[in-house]
């Protein structure tokens, strides 16, 4: 039933407080890392109490897996049927280009959060691994799917393919992120992706 103060549904009041509580963590995230942020300003930061954000999620790990399982998932989603190999590869950049089209700062602390990740201390370092190793798996897999179904060319050097298609998302992010006149990543994305099908396609 819903509530005569807001108008929602439990369900839908849920839903609220844990998109804010995200979109908090997102900016922390930008601002300070993800081991310097707490609960507790992320709760602050959303208008709750430490209370809330405790009964709600359990604490900054809850609030870091519910984080990487919505958007990590969306740049790294498990294998699904394209039309063709090269759309299966080319489609990691177009997943970087909604989220950048629709949640920009989760985007941007989505990087941060796995260039943070490297430190052999961090929290994330084994999650991020294993969702930078499926990525180039679904890679690797896109072109060699793609040789076989002709939008891949036969003669590639596979290895350095996987490498070059990688390396380029994640450049591209970096220098998004750390630079200070930043870069118009969806135009640069647009070119990257161009490049590699003029480079790698049949």
Not at 6 to 13: A, H, I, N, W
Not at 97 to 119: C, G, H, P, Q
Not at 145 to 162: C, E, F, H, M
Not at 175 to 188: H, K, M, N, R, Y
Request: net charge neutral; with cysteine; hydrophobic share 40%.
């Amino acid at each position: 039933m819903p509530s005569p103060a807001r108008g929602l549904t439990q369900p839908e009041r849920v839903e609220t407080s844990r998109r804010r509580l995200m979109e908090a963590a997102a900016e922390l995230i930008v601002e300070k890392g993800w081991e310097a942020t707490t609960a507790a300003e992320i709760g602050r930061r959303a208008g709750y109490s430490r209370t809330m954000v405790h009964a709600r999620f359990g604490g900054k790990e809850a609030i870091l897996e519910d984080f990487l399982q919505e958007y990590v998932s969306r740049l790294n989603p498990d294998l699904v049927p394209y039309p063709t190999g090269m759309d299966q590869v080319v489609a990691h950049i177009d997943r970087i280009r909604d989220l950048y089209a629709r949640d920009r700062d989760v985007l941007r602390a989505m990087f941060v959060s796995t260039f943070e990740a490297m430190k052999t201390t961090s929290p994330l370092r084994d999650r991020v691994q294993d969702q930078l190793t499926a990525g180039v798996a679904n890679v690797a897999d896109g072109l060699r799917k793609g040789q076989r179904d002709k939008s891949v060319r036969r003669n590639i050097d596979l290895d350095r393919a996987v490498s070059d298609i990688t390396a380029v998302c994640f450049g591209l992010g970096f220098q998004w992120v750390a630079l200070p006149s930043g870069v118009d990543l969806d135009t640069e994305l647009v070119h990257a992706r161009d490049r590699i099908v003029r480079d790698y396609g049949a």
